[in-house]
């Protein structure tokens, strides 16, 4: 029958108006059709496969994670021991987690705040009349297409202590380079300037969409007023981007937890944890210790956090509607 | 009179004078984007004398292309190249399919109480990737019997379903014109006809945007190939290059490089052809979801 249905949608055409029944955006103008069976079965056929995937990769793991968070197993061994709590009780007293969580708020705040600052600080540029401004745009956004990996070991030879670009820059200004990826104190900035580098092209781009679609006529009423420039980018500007800079956040803030390959290539996370974050952490556990018990805790405590996030952007993005 | 004169001018100045600066703005941004690779580009046809300098050579004296043949003969880079073209091109692939035929049953077709389903697809996104690697090993190391570990289909499968690339479409189809639509369905035309000769046509644009989207994340993919895979000939570029670098040991910088050159180039070249769509397409995903 779905073969049937296939052959004559393809090929011979049915007959009129039998179609004409299927809704467009909910439309119900023609007669309801007695069997939609053939329908129903059309779109099992279409959607099946997209929600298969997602039951067996997405799903499911969500649900073994849980539950393997409660087991600890080598992933060889047949058995997977009950521990009930234990992987979370060890991950709060243990002192390399909460460096690990330490490690990806440092990350996420200064990842995600250079990001933002930088890119709206491009954008506005950007929409400035002048020539040459979309080509600039289009460099500022190349890095954002670029492998992690391979970026990540350009970046590893920029930061050579002793002969790398970077400290040529800093020789300019009389600074004398740190061993930026040897040095704990220095690993993490190193890992955040990489980071922004990459992704800074994004949030430029997401703000100069915004920047483009406010309304001349504010900035008319601002300049009427009185407004300097300072005050316009202030009380036009700033407000009106505040939806896109909100999105711009809480996205940022979820990339950033997951940033594993720039950190696996350049320091893995060290040096001694310095740069240890959330996910290389679930990482190391899972597959370099084989600790999948306290890898799927670790990965239950990042899921929980993300989530978090994500239903404060809810319950923002709603309130937004519904008062104006 | 001469007051106005004044006031003309030294609006004139200040105007010049904010240009400048704006155009130094545009030259900062490219010197900053540009110089990693200018370095990369240039450290990759540098001798080791040459790139262990201070101050640095900024061209070298005589290039050395040897540099790209030593990398390419430091890993199998036509392993690497070949997997990669095979998961990118399958995975995005794939996507394309699951996005198209959701997007069509989501919008075109009836089912009882089809918005919970598209529910169901969208809260997919919640779900990270690290919450899922591990499980995802533990099915694929024995998916019905069979180990998936070190195959294509291993590193494609987990990533053919796309929650986002439904919601795309779907927008898009969404916002089709009624009018050739109902022309079309009154022409008697089948659901695959009305897909394959009148949405997709139509829909062109968003295509292709989601599919470059989609590429890109394939190729630059590190994670998830890294886990699933755990011999060479089976590693991507992505995963292959980073072997090439270890934090612990001196670093012959040149052909390393090349290798990273090997990884970028393609992305750079597709992104200087469809440089528009992919910006145009990622602002339109992002401002409308």
């Known amino acids: ?324 | 009179m001469a007051s106005a004169q004044r006031v003309w001018v030294s609006h004139r100045t200040r105007d010049s004078f904010w240009r400048l600066l704006g155009y130094l703005g545009l030259v900062l941004i490219i010197v900053v984007v540009g110089a990693p690779i200018f370095w990369m580009l240039t450290g990759s046809i540098k001798t080791n004398q040459e790139i262990y300098t201070f101050p640095p050579i900024w061209w070298p004296e005589d290039p050395v292309w040897e540099n790209y043949k030593t990398a390419w003969n430091a890993a199998p880079f036509d392993r690497f190249y070949l997997n990669t073209l095979i998961t990118t091109v399958g995975g995005v692939g794939l996507e394309l399919l699951n996005a198209t035929l959701s997007a069509y049953a989501l919008v075109f077709l009836r089912f009882p109480k089809k918005n919970l389903i598209f529910i169901l697809l969208l809260a997919a996104l919640m779900i990270p990737t690290q919450v899922t690697i591990l499980p995802n090993y533990i099915t694929l190391s024995d998916f019905f019997g069979q180990s998936w570990i070190n195959t294509y289909q291993g590193i494609i499968l987990p990533g053919a379903s796309t929650a986002f690339g439904t919601f795309l479409l779907r927008q898009a189809f969404l916002s089709l014109p009624h009018e050739v639509l109902d022309a079309a369905k009154v022409d008697g035309c089948g659901h695959l006809r009305l897909l394959w000769d009148v949405v997709l046509p139509m829909a062109r644009p968003v295509l292709v945007t989601f599919g470059l989207i989609s590429l890109v994340a394939k190729w630059n993919d590190y994670l998830w190939p890294l886990v699933v895979t755990n011999q060479d000939r089976m590693r991507t570029l992505a995963v292959g290059i980073s072997y090439l670098y270890n934090p612990e040991t001196i670093t012959r910088w040149g052909p390393v490089m090349a290798a990273t050159f090997f990884v970028i180039a393609p992305l750079i070249a597709i992104y200087i052809w469809a440089q528009r769509h992919i910006i145009e397409g990622i602002t339109a995903g992002a401002t409308k979801g």
């Not at chain 1, 990965?299 to 994500?310: K, Q, R, W, Y």
């Open chain 1, 1 to 324: 029958m779905l073969g049937e249905e296939m052959q004559s949608g393809s090929t011979v055409p049915l007959v009129a108006g039998e179609r004409a029944g299927a809704t467009v955006r909910g439309a119900t103008r023609a007669k309801p059709r007695k069997w939609p069976l053939r329908e129903w079965l059309l779109f099992l056929l279409f959607i099946g496969p997209n929600v298969i995937l997602f039951g067996i990769f997405s799903y499911w793991p969500m649900i073994y994670s849980a539950y393997l968070s409660t087991r600890r197993w080598d992933m060889i061994s047949p058995v997977k021991v009950d521990v009930g709590l234990d992987n979370y009780r060890y991950l709060l007293s243990d002192d390399t987690f909460q460096k690990v969580l330490w490690n990806s708020l440092y990350f996420a705040v200064g990842a995600v705040g250079g990001s933002l600052i930088l890119g709206l600080a491009a954008a506005l540029l950007l929409n400035q009349r002048l020539r040459g401004r979309d080509g600039a745009r289009a460099v500022i956004f190349m890095p954002t297409l670029l492998s992690g990996a391979a970026i990540g070991i350009v970046w590893a030879y920029i930061f050579d202590p002793r002969y790398g670009l970077l400290r040529t820059v800093l020789n300019v200004f009389r600074i004398p380079s740190p061993d930026w990826l040897g040095d704990p104190t220095w690993a993490m900035p190193a890992v955040i300037i990489v980071y922004i580098w990459k992704n800074v092209g994004f949030t430029t781009v997401i703000y100069l969409a915004g920047l483009q679609a406010i309304p001349r006529d504010l900035y008319e009423a601002a300049r009427v007023d009185g407004a300097g420039p300072f005050w316009r980018f202030r009380s036009v500007t700033l407000p009106m981007l505040s939806p896109i800079t909100f999105f711009l956040v809480v996205t940022s803030i979820l990339s950033s937890f997951q940033a594993f390959d720039i950190i696996n290539v350049m320091t893995r996370g060290g040096p001694v944890d310095a740069t240890n974050n959330l996910i290389y952490y679930v990482y190391q556990q899972g597959f370099v210790a084989f600790n999948a018990g306290r890898a799927a805790a670790a990965s239950i405590v990042l899921f929980v956090a993300m989530l978090i996030v994500t239903l404060l952007q809810l319950r923002y993005s709603e309130r937004r509607v519904h008062y104006g």
